[in-house]
C-alpha cells in the first residue's frame, strides 16, 4: 500500500475507513487517519489491522 492510499481499519470485528498516511521502515506499522465513534483519530497501527480498501 502506499501513502495517501484509502484503507479500511480492523476494530472488533469491524471495518473503518481510513487514509494511509505512512508506513514504518520495517512494514510493521502504518499510520492512518480515520473515523470512529463520532471521532477523527490518527494512530500507528499493526499492520495486520489495516488492508487496501476496495
Known amino acids: ?3 495517501n ?3 479500511l481499519v480492523e476494530f472488533d ?3 473503518v475507513p481510513g487514509l494511509l498516511l505512512k508506513v514504518k521502515d ?3 506499522s502504518l499510520l492512518v ?3 470512529r465513534e463520532g471521532r477523527v ?3 500507528w497501527l ?3 489491522t489495516v488492508r487496501a480498501a476496495p
Do not use: N
Open 13 to 15: 470485528g469491524e471495518s
Open 26 to 28: 520495517d512494514g510493521t
Open 1 to 3: 500500500m502506499q501513502p
Open 46 to 48: 499493526p499492520a495486520d
Open 33 to 35: 487517519t480515520f473515523e
Open 5 to 7: 492510499s484509502p484503507v
Open 41 to 43: 483519530s490518527t494512530s
